[in-house]
Nanobody, 120 residues
């Protein structure tokens, strides 16, 4: 069993900042990629940022230069620092991780989601 627990999020004003974190726990042998997705009502979940095991990163064009993804491998935790927030960043944010469990079973897991609202 692997669990992803997110924290952070909340309400920010346009131009403000928020930080998200997501900690993985359970029967973990190794974690490959970790990522953040977001979803708004009526829309599909979209990839926001991903960080690979070698720390290479990918960002959606809509967040490049404003968001930063990072990870702490010792803590099995991924972070998303969001700066210069815009109202269109309002969404439920989900973390995702590719995990090899202690039984060598590999799968992707999702966090429960955390609301980010950008509004004046």
């Amino acid at each position: 069993q692997v669990q992803l627990v997110e924290s952070g999020g909340g309400l920010a004003q346009p131009g403000g900042s928020l930080g998200l974190s997501c900690a993985a726990s359970g029967s973990i042998s190794s974690i490959n990629d970790m990522a953040w997705y977001r979803q708004t009502p009526g829309n599909e979940r979209e990839l926001v940022a991903r960080i690979m095991g070698g720390d290479s990163t990918y960002y959606a064009d809509s967040v490049k230069g404003r968001f930063t993804i990072s990870r702490d491998n010792a803590k099995n935790t991924v972070y998303l620092q969001m700066n210069s927030l815009k109202p269109e960043d309002t969404a439920v944010y989900y973390c995702n991780a590719g995990v090899t469990g202690s039984s060598n079973y590999y799968s992707h897991y999702w966090g429960q989601g955390t609301q980010v609202t950008v509004s004046s």
